[in-house]
């Protein structure tokens, strides 16, 4: 079983709607989590962290569930330019810092 | 700019022959990653390093090898390239369980 585990999609979803894409993780000892954003034959690159708290960056909000061993990441209002892949990130193992990526999520923001 | 500069970014090479990926990053981070990326298997870990001389395998290990003899220098050896090598091969840095920064990715065609 892959440590971190995310839907692949695609999710097809018009201007303006809310999209939220969840991923679980097996490695309890995973301390630190991130979602990155992916363009087509882009590198990835740091959307935002994740907090048990929550972590709002405009549109976007993320949060950590630590007891089921998932993360979660709310887009509002979604635009053209959201269109993406998103991947869920997790340092696997305390101290061991190996970095693991979810297959990833493709959304496409429809006009 | 992340400072992080991978070379080649393009590369066709034959069968057989080795190949050599290099990573470079101008922050100090400690710890560096080597990536390959192919359709429905997202980004899977092949090598990675914490620290100068200091490595260990990833998920997809075989007919790879690393080495780390600077802190700014990453090298990802494929002693004898095949063409289920053919990928995209992304280096990622970091400083510990931090936000890691990519490299633009090695586009390497095995013929």
């Known amino acids: 079983r892959k440590e971190v585990e995310q839907d692949p999609g695609p999710f097809n979803v018009p201007e303006g709607a809310t999209v939220a894409f969840n991923c679980t993780y097996s490695n309890s000892a995973s301390q630190s989590f991130f979602w990155y954003r992916q363009d087509c034959r882009k590198e990835p690159k740091l959307l935002m962290s994740v907090y048990s708290s929550g972590n709002e960056d405009g549109r976007f909000t993320a949060q950590l569930n630590r007891a089921s061993q998932y993360i979660s990441l709310l887009i509002r209002d979604s635009k053209l330019s959201d269109s993406a892949t998103y991947l869920c990130?997790?340092?696997?193992?305390?101290?061991?810092?190996?970095?693991?990526f979810g297959k990833g999520t493709k959304l496409s923001v429809i006009p | 700019d992340a400072g992080i500069t991978q070379s080649p970014r393009h590369k066709v090479t034959e069968t057989g022959t080795p190949v050599t990926l290099r990573c470079h990053q101008t922050e100090n981070h400690r710890y560096m990653y080597w990536y390959r990326q192919d359709p429905g298997h997202g980004l899977r870990l092949i090598h990675y390093?914490?620290?100068?001389?200091?490595?260990d395998k990833g998920e997809v290990s075989d007919g790879y090898s690393v080495s780390r003899s600077k802190t700014e220098d990453f090298l990802l050896t494929l002693e004898s390239a095949t063409s289920s090598q053919t990928s995209v091969y992304f280096c990622?840095?970091?400083?510990?369980?931090?936000?890691?920064?990519f490299g633009q990715g090695t586009r390497l065609t095995v013929v």
């Open positions: 990622a840095a970091s400083k510990s369980d931090t936000e890691a920064f």
């Open positions: 390093s914490y620290g100068v001389k200091d490595t």
């Open positions: 990130v997790g340092y696997s193992g305390a101290g061991s810092y190996q970095l693991t």
